[in-house]
T-cell receptor, first 109, second 115 residues
Framework: GQNIDQPTEMTATEGAIVQINCTYQ??????LFWYQQHAGEAPTFLSY??LDGLEEKGRFSSFLSRSKGYSYLLLKELQMKDSASYLC??????????WGAGTKLIIKP | DTAVSQTPKYLVTQMGNDKSIKCEQN?????MYWYKQDSKKFLKIMFSYNNKELIINETVPNRFSPKSPDKAHLNLHINSLELGDSAVYFC??????????????FGPGTRLTVL
């Protein structure tokens, strides 16, 4: 079956670094997406990886290992506004996104 | 300039009623989606349309019927609403269907509460 696993909740301190892990199992693979969702709002796109390695975009980076079915989202210099849920989604062979339940990130001052 | 818009934002109704949610995108995208996000926050795909044609129809009760009058609109009609239909419904769009780099743009969501 298809499955995305990520931690339910994480806590970090303002200014610190946090890594949110995601493992995926999908029928075929066409890329791994990370979205950010603030409470009561719509998900917004953060990153896309289809090749192994690290993609950096400002304070956010995303890593992919296809052989391990593993990705992580790295957030640096955490700010209070980074408090949100982070959704990992894998695109399967039918170009359908399979979503994880999201990791709620709590930032403390 | 709202990219993906949905109406209404909140919908409170009684069991057994029929209701519709409208979605429009002004991005010129070919593909539109309906998702359901329940209290556990899982986003589940319900339907996907590409150029007005249905391409994904997940295991959704046939009380749910999508309608795409043109490629910029995908409306969702729900008959005989049940308590379990209470959730947030998101509309989304993307440039193309069969394209790996397929960033989806989401509407603001419609919070449906069935009493």
């Amino acid at each position: 079956g298809q499955n995305i696993d990520q931690p339910t909740e994480m806590t970090a301190t303002e200014g610190a670094i946090v890594q949110i892990n995601c493992t995926y199992q999908t029928s075929g693979f066409n890329g791994l997406f990370w979205y950010q969702q603030h409470a009561g709002e719509a998900p917004t796109f953060l990153s896309y990886n289809v090749l192994d390695g690290l993609e950096e975009k400002g304070r956010f980076s995303s890593f992919l290992s296809r052989s391990k079915g593993y990705s992580y989202l790295l957030l640096k210099e955490l700010q209070m506004k980074d408090s949100a849920s982070y959704l990992c989604a894998s695109m399967d062979s039918n170009y359908q996104l399979i979503w994880g339940a999201g990791t709620k990130l709590i930032i403390k001052p | 300039d709202t990219a993906v818009s949905q109406t209404p934002k909140y919908l409170v109704t009684q069991m057994g009623n029929d209701k519709s949610i409208k979605c429009e995108q002004n991005l010129g995208h070919d593909t539109m989606y309906w998702y359901k996000q329940d209290s556990k926050k899982f986003l589940k795909i319900m339907f996907s349309y590409n150029n007005k044609e249905l391409i994904i129809n997940e295991t959704v009760p046939n009380r749910f019927s999508p309608k795409s009058p043109d490629k910029a609109h995908l409306n969702l009609h729900i008959n005989s609403l049940e308590l379990g239909d209470s959730a947030v419904y998101f509309c989304a769009s993307s440039q193309e269907w069969s394209d790996s780099y397929n960033e989806q743009f989401f509407g603001p969501g419609t919070r449906l509460t069935v009493l």
